[in-house]
């Protein structure tokens, strides 16, 4: 079977720098994503990783370990807008689909 | 604006309707896919498909009936739900099955089953 985990939820502060884990287990492994999610939107897709190390996206990067089955979501000059829900999700290959977390709230405050 | 829309956006029906959600890309993908998320619990990807075929049923009870008539539309036709179905119910589409590509999901609809 497939898990995840990631914290419920995470605060801090306009400016701060947040750092959201996920760690998994699959039978398979192929790539960890990530997605974000605003209250009562849609999720929109932040980054993938299929290789170790770190891949930076502007004030986003994301992080994978293969060997250590984890990765994570670092959120850099925090913003007001960024208050969502993150989800991580990995390409498992025995079922080539995305398996999700059940996501971290991210509260910003001013 | 993701290029993905789902209509209707809110709907609430008995547990002796039948009725159907729609979901329309307009990014020439060539997979698109039902999730549904309920509170507190991970999406759950329900149908995938792959030009058309059907290529994933994830273990879904027979009264959730897909059908994906072109490339660029997909249906999920409900009936005799009960009140556990209850969620927001997603579709995304994405260039090709393979799931490192990015999926780009519609703004979902909120299904209340009474």
């Known amino acids: 079977g497939q898990s995840l985990e990631q914290p419920s939820e995470v605060t801090a502060v306009e400016g701060a720098i947040v750092q959201i884990n996920c760690t998994y287990q699959?039978?398979?492994?192929?790539?960890l994503s990530w997605y974000q999610q605003h209250d009562g939107g849609a999720p929109t897709f932040l980054s993938y990783?299929?290789?170790?190390g770190l891949e930076e996206t502007g004030r986003f990067s994301s992080f994978l370990s293969r060997s250590d089955s984890y990765g994570y979501l670092l959120l850099q000059e925090l913003q007001m807008k960024d208050s969502a829900s993150y989800f991580c999700?990995?390409?498992?290959?025995?079922?080539?689909?995305?398996?999700f977390g059940t996501g971290t709230r991210l509260l910003v405050s001013p | 604006e993701t290029g993905v829309t789902q209509t209707p956006r809110h709907l609430v029906m008995g547990m002796t309707n039948k009725k159907s959600l729609k979901c329309e890309q307009h990014?020439?993908?060539?997979?698109m896919y039902w999730y549904k998320q309920s509170a507190k619990k991970p999406l759950e990807l329900m149908f995938v498909?792959?030009?058309?075929?059907?290529?994933e049923n994830n273990s879904v009870p027979s009264r959730f009936s897909p059908e994906c008539p072109n490339s660029s539309h997909l249906f999920l036709h409900l009936h005799t739900l009960q009140p556990e179905d209850s969620a927001l119910y997603l579709c995304?589409?994405?260039?090709?099955?393979?799931?490192?590509?990015?999926?780009?999901f519609g703004p979902g609809t909120r299904l209340t089953v009474t």
């Open positions: 999700a990995v390409t498992d290959t025995g079922f080539q689909k995305l398996v």
């Open positions: 498909y792959s030009l058309e075929e059907r290529v």
């Open positions: 995304a589409s994405s260039t090709h099955r393979d799931p490192s590509y990015e999926q780009y």
């Open positions: 699959t039978s398979g492994f192929y790539g």
């Open positions: 990783n299929a290789l170790d």
């Open positions: 990014l020439g993908h060539n997979a």
